[in-house]
């Protein structure tokens, strides 16, 4: 399975707590974070070396999983 990552403008991966920030859906992440570079997670970070955006304190108002209607 593929995971999306925030990108910054320098090419560094965006991580909270020290941890990679991704998710599993390249067009919901860009829904969510408009203008955010997203670039496909390198597959040499281990899955314990990152966290679903969905467990972000800032995403806790989101509902998941997300409604498609709203990002098509």
């Known amino acids: 399975m593929k995971r999306y990552a925030l990108c910054s403008?320098?090419?560094d991966l965006l991580s909270w707590g020290?941890?990679?920030i991704v998710h599993d859906n390249k067009?919901?992440?860009e829904f969510l974070m408009?203008?955010?570079r997203i670039v496909?997670?390198?597959?040499?970070i281990p899955d314990d070396q990152t966290i679903p955006i969905r467990f972000h304190?800032?995403?806790a108002t989101?509902?998941?999983p997300l409604d498609r209607?709203?990002?098509r």
């Open 27 to 29: 067009a919901e992440l």
């Open 69 to 71: 209607r709203s990002f």
């Open 40 to 44: 496909e997670c390198p597959r040499d």
């Open 62 to 64: 989101v509902t998941w």
């Open 57 to 59: 304190p800032d995403m």
């Open 9 to 11: 403008e320098k090419g």
């Open 18 to 20: 020290g941890k990679v």
């Open 34 to 36: 408009r203008g955010v």
